[in-house]
């Protein structure tokens, strides 16, 4: 808490704070296993890029929320509002003439942002369940001012006569879907160094040391709220970047992005990884996603039954989800070669 506090009150952190967190930030080998599972899986599956593009987005989407939710302990509902938000924005300007792929992104980056902004000085004022509260009730409000912008949204038909532009004026969006698989990668690959970069500051670690206790960072001088409001509309960018990406591939915006299910299911992807341990929006969402799909296919009635026995089994297993699990399984194993070492 050193680092924090002497941080907090702008001066320089102390030197062991300084090498503890160069430390952290070296890069190790498994840090480039996603990547390259994600390369890998362009050449293995072409059949199959539409569904790598749905994970890829998903990850985005749940890196921001981990962003809040694991770091610095605002447990948000409504996530999805600014997912929407940027997803609407693309495809606002698509559907006018403005479809360059890279145009739409950076305004919907901004737009979600600023929202994030404007919104989280208002609702981070409260804590708890009346913050859940807060978050839910702003999506249920987009999504209803959205259904009643027909002229504008499409309303519950959504958004369908987008025209997006070639990728940087070279590559058309191939049905294979090739060219927006690539898209989404680079996109996540920009999005994740921007998270990975926050963690690692000192700024990261003083939002850890607020998620853990913010009355004692307050005391020892550090601002809180204004961490937190710069916090949420960095996540709140982010959500957007990934609605912005997510409308742009699929050439379409539906209603239903900025519903509370869309968003209660980007929560549940990192919870069933295990939040606050940055790789895990990279395990939750292509086991989501491809277990959906899958049960879907073996029982199409009660898919979302054994969907939810999955769910329940990681939870009582395992308190800090997959990676939580693999975590006890390590320690376990190390203890076992303990007691064997003569």
């Known amino acids: 808490m050193l680092a924090d506090r002497t941080y907090s009150r702008g001066d320089a952190p102390p030197p062991q704070a300084i090498a503890d967190i160069v430390n952290r930030s070296r890069l190790r080998v ?19 890029l539409s569904l790598g593009t749905e994970v890829l987005v998903a990850v985005l989407f749940v890196l921001s929320i981990d962003l809040v939710v694991g770091y610095a302990g605002i447990v948000t509902l409504g996530h999805g509002a600014f997912f929407g938000l940027g997803a609407y924005c693309a495809g606002v300007l698509a559907v006018n003439g403005f479809g360059d792929p ?73 049905f294979f879907g090739r060219t927006g698989y690539c898209y989404c990668l680079v ?6 160094i921007v998270v990975r970069t926050i963690v690692m500051s000192p700024f990261g670690r003083s939002l850890r040391g607020i ?19 710069v916090v949420y509309a960095i996540s709140a960018a982010l959500a957007g970047t990934a609605g912005a990406v997510n409308a742009e591939v699929h050439q379409f915006v539906a209603l239903n992005v900025l519903s509370f299910e869309f968003s209660a299911s980007g929560l549940i992807m ?46 009582m297993f395992g308190r800090g989800g997959i990676l939580g699990i693999a975590d006890n399984l390590i320690a376990w194993s190390r203890a076992g070669r303990k007691k064997r070492a003569p």
């Open 270 to 315: 990192l919870i069933l990884a295990g939040p606050g341990r940055l790789y895990g929006a990279f395990i939750g969402p292509p086991i989501y996603i491809i277990a959906s799909h899958q049960l879907a296919v073996l029982d199409p009635t009660y898919w979302v039954f054994w969907l939810g026995v999955v769910l329940i089994a990681v939870v």
């Open 102 to 174: 890279i145009l739409g992104l950076m305004l919907a980056a901004v737009l979600a942002g600023v929202a994030g902004l404007v919104s989280g000085a208002i609702i981070l004022r409260a804590q708890g369940l009346t913050l859940m509260m807060f978050t839910l009730g702003t999506l249920l409000m987009l999504e209803e001012a959205a259904n009643r912008a027909g002229r504008l949204t499409g309303g519950s038909d959504g958004l369908s006569d987008m025209v997006v532009k070639p990728l940087l004026g070279i590559w058309d969006w191939d």
């Open 30 to 48: 498994a840090d480039f296993v996603p990547w390259v599972v994600a390369l890998a899986s362009f050449f293995l599956f072409p059949r199959s």
């Open 211 to 229: 998620r853990e206790n913010a009355a004692r960072m307050e005391a020892i001088g550090a601002p809180v709220r204004r961490r937190l409001i």
């Open 187 to 192: 996109v996540l690959l920009f999005g994740f």
